[in-house]
């Protein structure tokens, strides 16, 4: 598991590899992330978008941004914890992702990013 801690909001990141699939007549890699916000300030915080980067071995790099995760605005009192798992397809076996979620301070209403640090996607087990 990864774990970063920006500015009091901590992220950590799994993975697991759940196998091939076809898409646009392709075959891709599926691997699933979850992700785990928690709010150890002492504020009340809502995440309002992510910012995606997403890169495959191959050499392909991918942009995802938008609103909320999932579908849904999380707000986070002192002390909560949100879960959500996601997904990705890459065409190689192996790739990494990193980002940021805007987050809004809700007493002050000051907006802040929060770094999503940088995980491996990996279809087979790496050899030392």
């Known amino acids: 598991m990864v774990q970063k801690i920006t500015k009091g909001i901590k992220i950590a990141v ?3 590899y ?4 076809y898409r646009n007549n392709a075959l891709h890699h599926a691997f699933s992330y979850y992700i785990s916000i928690e709010n150890t300030t002492k504020e009340t915080v809502q ?3 992510r910012f995606w980067e997403i890169s495959d071995a191959l050499n392909t790099t991918e942009y995802v941004e938008g609103e909320g995760v999932v579908g849904q605005k999380p707000t986070l009192k002192p002390d909560e914890v949100y879960t959500y798992r996601s997904h990705c ?3 190689g076996s192996t790739g990494a992702m990193k980002g ?3 987050m809004l301070q809700l007493n002050t209403s000051q907006k802040f990013k929060v770094s999503i640090p940088s995980f491996q996607l990996t279809a087979a087990p790496v050899l030392n």
């Open 14 to 16: 799994k993975t697991t």
């Open 18 to 21: 759940d196998g091939t699939v």
């Open 47 to 49: 995440l309002l978008d």
């Open 89 to 91: 397809l890459l065409i």
């Open 100 to 102: 940021s979620f805007t």
